[in-house]
């Protein structure tokens, strides 16, 4: 404690020293990669980062600002970059960032964040990239302006549980995608312990329900009625194995801290939660395919090829019959390569190493960014440098997190950021 403790004073001071070097940067979204981002408490929605982490480490870059990070899940995240009402919904950054319910807001006034100046969010994460309703959603409410969009980390989406007697869990494909679609409902069919199966999922628009259905989607296989669907909404993923609605003995949580917490709290239960997130006591990771989530994912970097990498598209649906997610080029899009999409089948099923995983995105706006554009800038291109990344010890083999190997260029990535 008194290490930690240290580690959190050290993180605090680093960053509220490098604060003073230009103003704030306020974002948020995805809870995948918020612990590599801050290495904060993530048990709580707004994050200032400590050392060690991305965020940290780009803040002691010199030139660079503090940053602050909210919490909602890629979906909303996405929809607060975007600005406006959306189904119904009003997102501002400025609106509040709290513990509860799923913010709406980015919190840039609240106590500490001190941007109640900002118009639009300084960038977003997502770990499901831009659908065609969002990027519509964000050309309606911010007609000058188009999103930049680029793969920052890959996570590794573990299969959490707690189960009084079960110490260590194996799983092969095949049981994960019947645990998921309904066919196995009780311990006996995966351990040595019996009692019924208590699933938790995400119930707030999900990056990591994104990654996860990609997997499932290509491994399970099924009929042209009943498959896995490539979505955010666990619900949508689900849905065909589902007509009546999911089993009373199913629930959902809203971001990764909150799923794991739910899989700590409750004896009997199993998820599927950022890797970086089932360190709650009690709650264990299982191996699929006899690989782990922790030993190995991360070790170096997970490589994209250039052929994988697909601009000015996203995603638009999925295939009626297989569940797969569909690409799409953007109507009417830039002539710039600002909008990088990572084709889901490059990761859908790794042939090596641990095989359920998510690739995180870093958005941010193209124009408007005012006097943070060198900030922001900056901010795009950290996964990426190497004099950052060299400092950063909460994404990495034994974190759940990885960075990325593309052939994206610094040039290319700050050349999107506008003023």
């Given at each position: 404690m008194k290490a930690l403790a240290g580690a959190l004073v050290l993180g605090m001071a680093a960053v509220a020293s490098a604060a003073q070097a230009g103003t704030n940067l306020v974002g948020g979204g995805a809870t995948l990669p918020a612990l590599g981002y801050t290495g904060a408490d993530v048990s709580h929605r707004l994050l200032s980062p400590v050392e060690g982490s991305l965020l940290a480490a780009y803040s002691a870059q010199t030139g660079n600002p503090q940053t602050y990070y909210c919490q909602t899940g890629s979906g909303a995240g996405k929809n607060i970059l975007a600005g406006g009402t959306i189904g119904g919904v009003s997102y501002n950054v400025q609106n509040a960032c709290p513990d509860s319910p799923t913010p709406t807001g980015f919190g840039a006034n609240d106590t500490g964040v001190g941007r109640p100046d900002l118009t639009q969010p300084n960038f977003a994460g997502a770990d499901s990239p831009l659908s065609a309703t969002d990027y519509n959603n964000y050309r309606t409410n911010r007609p000058?302006?188009?999103?930049?969009?680029?793969?920052?980390?890959?996570?590794?989406?573990?299969?959490?549980?707690?189960?009084?007697?079960?110490?260590?869990?194996?799983?092969?494909?095949?049981?994960?995608?019947?645990?998921?679609?309904g066919k196995i409902t009780d311990w006996n069919q995966i351990s040595s312990a019996s009692g019924p199966i208590k699933v938790v999922y995400r119930s707030d628009?999900?990056?990591?329900?994104?990654?996860?259905?990609?997997?499932?989607?290509?491994?399970?296989?099924?009929?042209?009625?009943?498959?896995?669907?490539?979505?955010?909404?666990?619900?949508n993923v689900v849905a065909k194995?589902?007509?009546?609605?999911?089993?009373?003995?199913?629930?959902?949580?809203?971001?990764?801290?909150?799923?794991?917490?739910?899989?700590?709290?409750?004896?009997?239960?199993?998820?599927?939660?950022e890797a970086a997130n089932t360190l709650p006591p009690g709650v264990g990771a299982a191996t699929v395919n006899g690989k782990?989530?922790?030993?190995?994912?991360?070790?170096?970097?997970?490589?994209?090829?250039?052929?994988?990498?697909?601009?000015?598209?996203?995603?638009?649906?999925?295939?009626?019959?297989?569940?797969?997610?569909?690409?799409?080029?953007?109507?009417?899009?830039?002539?710039?390569?600002?909008?990088?999409?990572?084709?889901?089948?490059?990761?859908?099923?790794?042939?090596?190493?641990?095989?359920?995983?998510?690739?995180?995105?870093?958005?941010?706006?193209?124009?408007h960014n005012g006097s943070d554009t060198t900030a922001v800038k900056n901010l795009m291109w950290a996964p990426y440098n190497s004099a950052i990344t060299s400092q950063v010890s909460t994404i990495g083999q034994f974190t759940g997190l990885s960075f990325l190997s593309t052939s994206l260029t610094q040039t290319q990535v700050q050349g999107c950021v506008g003023t």
């Amino acid at each position: 404690m008194k290490a930690l403790a240290g580690a959190l004073v050290l993180g605090m001071a680093a960053v509220a020293s490098a604060a003073q070097a230009g103003t704030n940067l306020v974002g948020g979204g995805a809870t995948l990669p918020a612990l590599g981002y801050t290495g904060a408490d993530v048990s709580h929605r707004l994050l200032s980062p400590v050392e060690g982490s991305l965020l940290a480490a780009y803040s002691a870059q010199t030139g660079n600002p503090q940053t602050y990070y909210c919490q909602t899940g890629s979906g909303a995240g996405k929809n607060i970059l975007a600005g406006g009402t959306i189904g119904g919904v009003s997102y501002n950054v400025q609106n509040a960032c709290p513990d509860s319910p799923t913010p709406t807001g980015f919190g840039a006034n609240d106590t500490g964040v001190g941007r109640p100046d900002l118009t639009q969010p300084n960038f977003a994460g997502a770990d499901s990239p831009l659908s065609a309703t969002d990027y519509n959603n964000y050309r309606t409410n911010r007609p000058t302006s188009y999103p930049v969009e680029f793969p920052a980390v890959a996570g590794a989406v573990a299969i959490a549980f707690n189960k009084s007697g079960v110490s260590s869990l194996a799983l092969n494909d095949t049981q994960v995608c019947q645990i998921f679609s309904g066919k196995i409902t009780d311990w006996n069919q995966i351990s040595s312990a019996s009692g019924p199966i208590k699933v938790v999922y995400r119930s707030d628009g999900s990056g990591t329900s994104f990654g996860f259905s990609n997997h499932l989607s290509a491994v399970c296989g099924g009929t042209a009625s009943q498959h896995f669907v490539t979505d955010q909404a666990f619900t949508n993923v689900v849905a065909k194995f589902f007509t009546s609605g999911l089993p009373s003995t199913w629930s959902g949580q809203s971001g990764n801290p909150a799923v794991a917490n739910a899989v700590a709290a409750t004896d009997g239960t199993i998820a599927y939660v950022e890797a970086a997130n089932t360190l709650p006591p009690g709650v264990g990771a299982a191996t699929v395919n006899g690989k782990d989530p922790f030993n190995d994912f991360g070790a170096s970097p997970l490589s994209i090829s250039s052929t994988s990498i697909n601009y000015n598209s996203v995603i638009n649906g999925a295939d009626a019959t297989t569940g797969r997610p569909v690409i799409a080029a953007i109507s009417g899009a830039p002539s710039t390569q600002c909008i990088a999409l990572v084709d889901p089948s490059a990761y859908a099923n790794p042939s090596s190493g641990y095989p359920i995983v998510a690739v995180s995105y870093l958005l941010a706006n193209s124009a408007h960014n005012g006097s943070d554009t060198t900030a922001v800038k900056n901010l795009m291109w950290a996964p990426y440098n190497s004099a950052i990344t060299s400092q950063v010890s909460t994404i990495g083999q034994f974190t759940g997190l990885s960075f990325l190997s593309t052939s994206l260029t610094q040039t290319q990535v700050q050349g999107c950021v506008g003023t």
